[in-house]
């Protein structure tokens, strides 16, 4: 084992970190967008660990030997502005804001009303309906993905892309932390809650997860600022 189980989380954390960093060299007008889709998702992922994952899903040790810790905050940052800037890099696109949308679309109320039914969706089939947390939240998850298509008609192949994207960019992490600490994902996951199928080593929990988390932050911030993107409106202009 070249680093314990208790440090190990930190470093998958920072490993997120690359290539969060590099979309955020490469893409400067999506800093903004990564930052704060960042920052949602950092207090998300530590509010759901606390409150639901570590309950039934997974229960990593944290270099403080707190049940959440800066592992948590890391993570979610990393994987929130990955998710973002994917949705718009993997098609080469750049966005503006639309001036002819309504002006109530571009309100924070808008923003953390979607926040707040995720977290309340994942409640209610968590605490009410007896569900997994994995179950719970990947199903709240799912009701945002369904709205934000239907309300913003987000391209439903485009949404899949950064969502499949987000989950490859996840997969040389896990090996790497898996390689470094071997048994870590053993002693880490609660596998009697999960299905126990794996992909090459890897929970099949966690690459939905982060499936979800592309399809999910990908569209999210353009839904709340009224984006639209210079290769739609060249086609709409062209009709």
């Not at 592992?71 to 994917?86: P, Q, Y």
Request: glycine content about 6%; charged content about 15%.
């Amino acid at each position: 084992m070249l680093v314990p189980f208790q440090y190990i989380y930190l470093v998958g954390s920072l490993l997120f970190m690359i290539p969060w960093l590099i979309l955020f060299y490469i893409r400067r007008d999506l800093r903004a967008e990564m930052i704060i889709m960042g920052g949602v998702m950092a207090l998300g992922v530590s509010f759901s660990c606390y409150r639901w994952c570590t309950v039934d899903w997974w229960h990593p040790l944290t270099i403080t030997n707190t049940r959440i810790g800066i592992e948590d905050f890391i993570c979610g940052f990393a994987i929130g502005g990955i998710a973002a800037a994917l949705y718009e890099e993997i098609f080469k696109r750049h966005h503006r804001k639309n001036r002819n949308r309504k002006v109530e679309h571009d309100h924070p109320i808008i923003f953390f009303s979607i926040i707040a039914l995720f977290l309340l969706s994942t409640e209610f089939f968590f605490s009410y309906l007896g569900l997994t947390s994995f179950i719970a939240s990947t199903l709240a998850e799912a009701l945002i993905i369904i709205l934000l298509i239907a309300r913003h008609r987000v391209p439903l192949m485009q949404a899949l892309a950064s969502g499949v994207a987000t989950a490859f960019i996840s997969m040389p992490v896990y090996w790497t932390m898996n390689f470094l600490s071997p048994g870590w994902i053993d002693a880490t996951y609660y596998f009697d809650t999960l299905s126990k199928i794996r992909f090459i080593t890897i929970p099949i929990e966690e690459l939905i997860f982060y499936f979800m988390m592309g399809m999910l932050f990908g569209p999210l911030y353009d839904y709340w600022k009224g984006y639209r993107h210079f290769q739609q409106e060249k086609r709409v202009q062209r009709k």
